[in-house]
């Protein structure tokens, strides 16, 4: 059995699964180089099944979340519209059509993050910006199924960041190629500024005072009381991102203990939970002990949720919880790398780009399209964010950790943190040590690896003797990188890099720039 799982909606998507197993699963960016780009694309889908070796013929079922929202923006702005009519699920779990079926966007993001979780049974969490109608829900998985689910119209958190900063005016003069990044941003700004309590209370009031629960007004009264977020030199809009974070943590925290109902496992989904710092205090200050956040849990996981819905709920297909790997763009058949030769470039202190195997699912980088080296070469995180990755000063870097180390470097850490999804707190013996992924106030958003989840690159760290590899997205203004001949020429055009690892192929100029 074949389901081609698709959303066409902003961070468009497109999955394959067989039986089960997920053949392929990307994102249209990937492909048409365009940052979080949207829009039925059929060159897309085609090449989607190109990869697996298959045809539409091959087909069983399509599985897809389309909002009737983005099918006008699309048709507003020409872009390509699907050749089947494709219903709202607006009120509804899912629906059927002539080609398949359309599930609920929350729906989407529950199922894509409870069918990759290693859970037999868990609760289940999305929060988001709104889609169809809603901004979050709940519910139970349980063996194959999701059973209980509830979409709600809280007061809306997530769109307060969404408005903020996906193509807003108030961070359109900040990496204007990738208007989305604001939220990342923020993130990094908060841990610099002090949180105001008067300034909570504004924000509070906005929410409350927002004409739809799934709707958050960009002009809100508590900012136009600040200066512009943006100008980031300015102590108040440190503040402002501190209160912002706060208050978005506390609430954030009163809802998931709501739900808790005695099973210590706990699933989450939707643009929300990409916030790691909130992440981090789910397991400090809720009664759940065990936590799931997919490499995907933002809208580009909205295609492949929909696919494992419709496989195992509605074709009541069985399922055997296990780690998710998130290594399923397409493979272009580059080779292993050298490990001995990789691993003495990075203990020389080289800053490399790293491309080998499938690409990753979501927007980490995780190991397969990355920019690595040793996180204790002085200053490296500044000359990464100006000459490498031209980015603000104050936009922190995550490390890659193997498993046997973290207990001795991390407190507060989330043992399950194979995606780089939560924050962890660097022990002060180390952070010398580790200076270039210690974040202002000593916290990190670390991979932890395991062996078995990529044995090329755990053999690398270990061989290189580095407690951790700085770990950075492979790319130049740009979306991550996916092809070889996308590698090399973003290699050449990024500068204050030492060397190129494709795979086989090793590359390396003669000026070492740190």
């Not at 916030?275 to 200050?285: D, H, L, P």
């Amino acid at each position: 059995m074949i389901i081609l799982g698709l959303y066409f909606g902003h961070n468009a998507s497109a999955c394959v699964l067989q039986d089960g197993k997920v053949l392929i699963n990307w994102e249209l960016e990937r492909h048409t180089r365009i940052k979080h780009d949207y829009g039925y694309n059929q060159a897309f889908i085609d090449k989607t099944l190109e990869h697996c070796g298959i045809t539409m013929k091959d087909v069983d079922h399509i599985a897809c979340n389309y909002p009737i929202t983005i099918m006008n923006y699309c048709a507003k702005h020409e872009k390509e519209m699907p050749p089947y009519s494709i219903p709202t699920t607006k009120g509804t779990e899912f629906a059927k059509f002539d080609k398949g079926w359309a599930v609920n966007h929350h729906l989407c993001h529950i199922a894509g993050a409870y069918y990759t979780s290693p859970y037999e049974s868990a609760t289940v969490f999305s929060w988001d910006g709104g889609g169809d109608s809603e901004n979050s829900a709940s519910a139970k998985g349980v063996g194959n199924k999701i059973e209980e689910y509830k979409p709600e119209k809280r007061n809306n958190i997530a769109a307060m960041w969404s408005s903020l900063t996906f193509n807003n005016y108030r961070m359109k003069r900040v990496h204007e190629w990738d208007p989305g990044s604001g939220a990342g941003k923020i993130m990094g700004l908060a841990s610099y500024g002090t949180p105001n309590l008067d300034l909570e209370a504004k924000l509070h009031r906005d929410l409350s005072e927002a004409p739809k629960p799934h709707y958050f007004d960009p002009r809100a009264k508590a900012f136009n009381d600040c200066e512009d977020i943006s100008d980031t030199k300015r102590f108040r809009s440190q503040n402002v991102a501190a209160s912002l974070q706060r208050y978005t943590t506390g609430k954030l925290i009163q809802e998931i203990n709501n739900l808790y109902t005695g099973n210590q496992n706990l699933c989450y989904a939707g643009g929300l939970a990409l916030n790691c710092i909130a992440n981090r205090e789910i397991i400090k200050r809720t009664n759940f002990t065990n936590l799931h956040v997919p490499p995907f849990p933002n809208d580009c996981g909205l295609a492949i949720g929909a696919a494992l819905y419709v496989y195992h709920h509605i074709l009541d297909n069985p399922r055997t919880p296990s780690y998710f790997s998130p290594y399923t763009g397409p493979d272009y058949n580059v080779g292993t790398p050298d490990i001995k030769r990789v691993a003495k470039m990075l203990r020389d202190g080289k800053i490399i780009c790293y491309y080998e195997g499938r690409s990753e699912s979501g927007p980490r980088a995780l190991g397969h399209r990355s920019i690595l080296c040793n996180p204790a070469i002085p200053h490296v995180r500044d000359k990464l964010n100006e000459h490498v990755k031209h980015r603000e000063w104050y936009r922190p870097y995550a490390p890659i950790i193997l498993d046997k180390y973290a207990s001795k470097y991390l407190l507060d850490y989330n043992e399950w943190s194979p995606y780089m999804q939560t924050s962890a707190i660097i022990k002060e013996e180390y952070r010398e040590e580790l200076s270039g992924v210690n974040h202002v106030d000593n916290t990190t958003r670390p991979q932890i690896l395991r062996k078995e989840h990529n044995e090329t690159l755990y053999n690398i760290i270990e061989e290189s003797g580095l407690p951790a590899l700085l770990n950075t997205s492979f790319n130049y203004q740009e979306p991550i990188v996916e092809t070889p001949a996308q590698a090399m020429q973003t290699y050449i055009n990024m500068g204050h890099v030492d060397g190129l690892v494709m795979g086989e192929e090793i590359y390396e100029r003669n000026t070492n720039y740190i």
